[in-house]
């Protein structure tokens, strides 16, 4: 803007001493200062002003952007309400007709089936399970004993009356003094 250099300050200062006189170069120059430092607040005050009024009107469009996305996310959302209403619909409707079309067939559910395995024998249909220790599916999934050992697993399972048993049984063979101190 202005290109003042130290040598142009210089000559200004000295022809304002010669013309304002010693006496009243100090005053002047004091009032100089002050209105200099005025200018400078009501600069900065205009930028400030500037700045909030582009913020604002930042804040503006945000507003009115969040506003368009929260109408197109309720028309999307009643789309959805529709379309899944319509789709309850339609699955109550099937089930009504599937209903209605299975009432008549019940008297096919009472017979029993017939099994081949269970028709000849039906203890021989229980043994073709296998089940209990001699599945091999129960064999494959045992961890060894070793293991559960060196690993901390618990190898015997107590029930918790047998547990409360136990150390009830412990408890009321040591012998607690009588007074709270000893």
Do not use: C
């Not at 142009?8 to 170069?25: F, Q, T």
């Not at 200018?39 to 700045?51: H, L």
């Not at 070793?146 to 009321?172: E, L, M, N, P, Y």
């Amino acid at each position: 803007m202005f290109d003042i250099g130290l040598s142009k300050i210089a000559l200004i200062s000295v022809v304002a001493l010669v013309v304002l006189g010693p006496e009243r170069l100090p005053r002047v120059a004091r009032t100089a200062g002050n209105l200099f430092g005025r200018a400078q607040r009501y600069m900065a005050d205009v930028k400030s002003e500037v700045s909030r009024q582009m913020e604002q009107e930042e804040l503006k469009k945000l507003k009115e952007a969040a506003t368009e996305a929260l109408q197109s996310a309720k028309n999307d959302f009643k789309d959805i309400n529709q379309t899944l209403h319509t789709q309850v619909e339609d699955i109550g409707a099937s089930i009504n007709q599937m209903s209605a079309s299975l009432s008549g067939n019940l008297d096919t559910f009472d017979q029993p089936i017939e099994h081949p395995a269970y028709a000849q024998d039906p203890s021989s249909f229980a043994k073709s399970l296998r089940q209990g220790r001699q599945s091999w599916r129960n064999k494959k999934g045992v961890m060894p004993m070793w293991f559960k050992h060196s690993t901390g697993i618990k190898v015997r399972v107590q029930s918790g009356a047998a547990r409360v048993k136990r150390f009830r049984r412990v408890a009321s063979h040591t012998t607690s003094s009588r007074s709270f101190f000893g």
